[in-house]
């Protein structure tokens, strides 16, 4: 009785694994298989690295229609498999891409209501800035699970009520009583993500020419 299914992308997870996976032939048509058949919707997630614009455009083309950018700055699975290994490659560790320029890049192929952001997240401010830029929702793993392990189920509890509030807040500051008023304030995109999308092509100008309203 799953409301979804969701596929993870690790192939740098996989290359760093003593014992993984090195074979990707066949891999995307597996994917539009498992979308084909599936009952349920079909959501493919990025597991630390950062989907990029090519990979969605790919995803897109085979019928996904939800993605998870699962960007950087969260679990580090590259560095999670060198420790694994007799000898790291800890060069890797600092591959992929923030969660900004994952969703960015994203929301470059999918619509606003298609698109998870993931990767890093750990208060309400944090949760916003995803959900301005267009994110539809917001996974947080990393920062709930260090609080139900390190102080058990009562404490965490109390910190997604914590994060819930920070969001009223920082929504309120904003003048946005809405998830969809605060995907219409304006944003300035600067620094090493707006440089990025400058690179890339990206147009940002959008964001922060935005009137504040529905």
């Given amino acids: 009785r799953a409301d979804a299914i969701q596929i993870h992308l690790n192939c740098m997870q996989e290359l760093i694994m003593p014992e ?3 074979d990707f032939r066949g891999m995307l048509e597996r994917v539009e ?12 997630k990025e597991v630390g690295f950062g989907m990029m614009a090519e990979s969605a455009a790919k995803l897109k083309k085979i019928g996904v229609r939800f993605v ?11 560095a999670i498999e060198n420790a694994r290994r007799e000898a ?5 560790n600092d591959w992929g891409n923030k969660t900004s320029v994952a969703l960015l890049e994203t929301l470059n192929c999918f619509s606003r209501g298609q698109v998870i952001a993931s990767g890093g997240f750990r208060n309400g401010l944090d949760i916003c800035k995803a959900l301005a830029l267009g994110a539809s929702a917001v996974g947080m793993a990393g920062a709930l699970l260090r609080v139900l392990c390190g102080q058990g189920t009562k404490a965490l509890i109390g910190k997604i009520a914590d994060t819930e509030e920070e969001m009223k807040m ?10 969809d008023r605060l995907q219409n304030v304006p944003v300035v995109i600067t620094g090493e993500t707006s440089e990025w999308c400058r690179a890339r092509g990206i147009d940002v100008r959008g964001y922060a020419q935005r009137n504040g309203h529905e």
């Fill in 68 to 78: 998870d950018t699962g960007g950087a700055g969260g679990t580090n699975f590259a």
């Fill in 170 to 179: 920082v929504m309120t500051a904003l003048g946005a009583p809405t998830i």
């Fill in 33 to 44: 298989t498992i979308v084909r058949h599936s009952p349920v919707p079909v959501i493919v």
């Fill in 20 to 22: 993984g996976e090195r």
């Fill in 88 to 92: 790291p490659l800890n060069w890797l």
